[in-house]
């Protein structure tokens, strides 16, 4: 029988493992917050290039980042934000689509109907075909969500969430657009 302090030696040192692998493997160790500063991430466009999130650091910018396997759980909100209209020169909206939580909905098929988005509405979308977006910003699991994410022009987070908004929230972010927007 081993001495019980050989147990305590060998438990610590496979926890200490155990948290280098998650640090090197990029873990988070916090999850994204209100308040918090962001930096720009490359993302790829709707063709597979290389993109960056426009305006951020600029003005207001309000992300969908959204997981093709629910891509109207936010419609609500998106309802609602077209019955405003807030000032181009200091708003910003757009897409990003999830396409790592998509595994049975081919890439170059979700990328053609982003593209026919992008043509009939004269939508912004981009595309994450990584994860980069969500281990780059600590969003965590994503999978099967749509996410909203309000960025004030310093690139600090506004408003953060996961799933489907409430009418309260909503109208609270709506308002928190107004806000940052003068408008």
Known sequence: MRPLHASKHRIAALGAAALGALL????PLHAMAVGQSVE??????ASDRPAAIPYLGRKTVLIFYVDPDVPD??????????KHRFPAERFFGLGIVNLKDAPFLPNSIVRAMV???????????????????????NLGDCNNK???ILLDPQRRVRFYKKGALTEGEIQSTIQAIIGLTGR
Request: glycine share 4%; aromatic share 4%; charged share 30%.
């Open 24 to 27: 090197c493997a990029g873990g």
């Open 73 to 82: 759980q936010n419609d609500p909100f998106s309802e609602a934000l077209k």
């Open 40 to 45: 720009n991430v490359q993302v790829r466009d």
């Open 115 to 137: 593209r026919r988005e992008i043509r009939e509405n004269n939508a912004v979308i981009l595309t994450d075909p990584d994860r980069i977006l969500q281990s780059a910003w």
């Open 146 to 148: 749509s996410v909203i």
